[in-house]
């Protein structure tokens, strides 16, 4: 299994604190994504990163991605209550024409 | 904000009852999903297709069947329902060629 793992499990931090999660991964990857849920809800694509690229941004998200290491980091800068939430990697097979595989979650709780 | 419908959004049930989960989606994708998932837990694929009339079983496929007639249903039944079974289940949808997977609400399975 490629299953990611994600580290923490759960994070608590002050709202404007930086939030940093990472993921582990066990085989060879196109590309790596994030994505939040909700309580209760689906879950909402955050961003993706290519096996060749090595950082990306969008807005408060800064994803790194370490394929010697297979592992990648979210970070969300300036935190803020609405943050609050779980947040999952996921990956895809080499061959581009499997299900994604997701990982446990980090559940972060920002305080206001 | 995705179109894609999951009815019942909350069941409660005895056991041993058949039941199906309904998902539709409105934006032509030809890949759909069930995932299992206890509330802020790790996401178990049940089932997903490619395309009209295929479907495939995932890791926790046992017990549960789909079809996949219209491209745009992918209803997910259970054929005689316990209390294991009490979870929440996602639906997903995804654009062949693309990467981002789009979710459901969820339907939210109680079973007594």
């Known amino acids: 299994s490629q299953q990611g793992e994600e580290d923490p499990q759960a994070l608590s931090i002050q709202e404007g604190e930086n939030a940093t999660m990472n993921c582990s991964y066990k085989?060879?990857?196109?590309?790596l994504q994030w994505y939040r849920q909700n309580s209760g809800r689906g879950l909402v694509h955050l961003i993706l990163i290519r096996s060749n690229e090595r950082e990306k941004h969008s807005g408060r998200l800064r994803v790194t991605l370490d394929t010697s290491k297979k592992s990648s980091s979210l970070l969300i800068t300036a935190s803020r209550a609405a943050d609050t939430a779980s947040y999952f990697c996921?990956?895809?097979?080499?061959?581009?024409?499997?299900?994604?595989?997701f990982g446990k979650g980090t559940r972060l709780s920002v305080i206001a | 904000e995705a179109d894609i419908y999951q009815t019942p959004r909350y069941l409660v049930i005895g056991t041993g009852k058949k039941i199906t989960l309904e998902c539709s989606q409105t934006?032509?994708?030809?890949?759909m999903y069930w995932y299992q998932q206890d509330p802020g837990m790790e996401l178990h694929l049940i089932h997903y297709?490619?395309?009209?009339?295929?479907?495939e079983k995932g890791d926790l496929s046992s017990e549960s069947t789909v079809s996949r007639i219209r491209t745009e249903h992918f209803p997910l039944t259970l054929e005689s329902a316990r209390p294991s079974h009490t979870s929440q289940y996602l639906c997903?949808?995804?654009?062949?060629?693309?990467?981002?997977?789009?979710f459901g609400p969820g339907t939210r399975l109680t079973v007594l």
């Open positions: 934006m032509g994708h030809d890949k």
């Open positions: 085989t060879s990857i196109n590309n």
């Open positions: 997903a949808t995804q654009k062949g060629g693309y990467n981002e997977q789009f």
């Open positions: 996921a990956t895809d097979g080499r061959s581009g024409n499997t299900p994604l595989v």
């Open positions: 297709s490619y395309g009209v009339n295929s479907t």
